[in-house]
């Protein structure tokens, strides 16, 4: 059976052969629809799938190192607001050993050298917090597009899925959950 939408132009056709269902459409979220239905319809609980949509896994790449860089510089600025603080607690002892020896003016100067530090440690931690804002967005992303692919699947092979991909993100294995979204599975 062939189809075509109205409102894209897109082709939807659906075949069987030998027991293989093949529905063809560039439009995944169509195809999980449709087979989300029939498998209620044929009273289905578990049914594993072939998916191929390179294109919408070649953009899936795209966030994933979009993840990986974004991750990269939240780390760094970690680190670097990590010196910094350091840096502030090594002056906070030198200011109180001036103030001891009555050194007033050294103390000052320190107290000077201890906010500008602060300041650099609050653009540090502004700077962190939006690349983490972007990581957010981007995860989300991520997250749709398997919750996308998961409707490709259905029952046990559906949450399994989700269970890798979900592990994958968390070990930060990016090529594996890309292949786990192209294949289903490890």
Same mark, same amino acid.
């Given at each position: 059976?062939?189809f075509m939408?109205?409102?894209? %132009? ?7 052969k &030998?027991?293989?269902l093949?529905i063809?459409?560039?439009?995944i979220?169509l195809a999980?629809?449709i087979?989300? %239905?029939?498998c209620?319809?044929f009273k289905?609980? %578990? ?7 390179t ?11 979009k993840?990986?860089?974004?991750? =990269? ?5 970690s680190i670097?607001?990590t ?5 502030i607690? &090594? ?6 050993d001036n103030?001891?020896?009555?050194n007033?003016?050294g103390?000052?100067d320190? *107290?000077?050298?201890i906010?500008?530090k602060?300041?650099?440690?609050? &653009?540090e ?6 690349? *983490?804002?972007e990581l957010i967005?981007?995860l989300?992303?991520?997250n ?11 029952g ?16 930060? =294995?990016?090529?594996?959950? $890309?292949? $786990? ?6």
């Amino acid at each position: 059976i062939r189809f075509m939408s109205l409102r894209t %132009d897109k082709v939807l056709q659906i075949s069987a052969k &030998d027991n293989v269902l093949s529905i063809f459409t560039e439009e995944i979220e169509l195809a999980g629809n449709i087979l989300q %239905d029939m498998c209620i319809f044929f009273k289905l609980n %578990d049914l594993n799938t072939v998916i191929n949509y390179t294109e919408v896994v070649k953009g899936f790449t795209g966030n994933i190192e979009k993840i990986k860089e974004l991750d =990269k510089e939240r780390n760094q600025y970690s680190i670097n607001m990590t010196e910094i603080i350091t840096f502030i607690k &090594d002056l906070f002892v030198k200011a109180e050993d001036n103030r001891l020896l009555d050194n007033i003016q050294g103390f000052k100067d320190y *107290f000077r050298k201890i906010n500008v530090k602060n300041l650099e440690l609050l &653009d540090e931690f502004e700077k962190r917090s939006t690349i *983490f804002t972007e990581l957010i967005n981007q995860l989300k992303i991520v997250n749709e597009i398997i919750q996308i692919f998961s409707n490709l699947k259905v029952g046990k092979f559906k949450q399994e899925m989700v269970n890798q991909c979900r592990k994958c993100i968390r070990e930060k =294995k990016y090529a594996l959950l $890309i292949k $786990i979204i192209s294949t289903g599975s490890e």
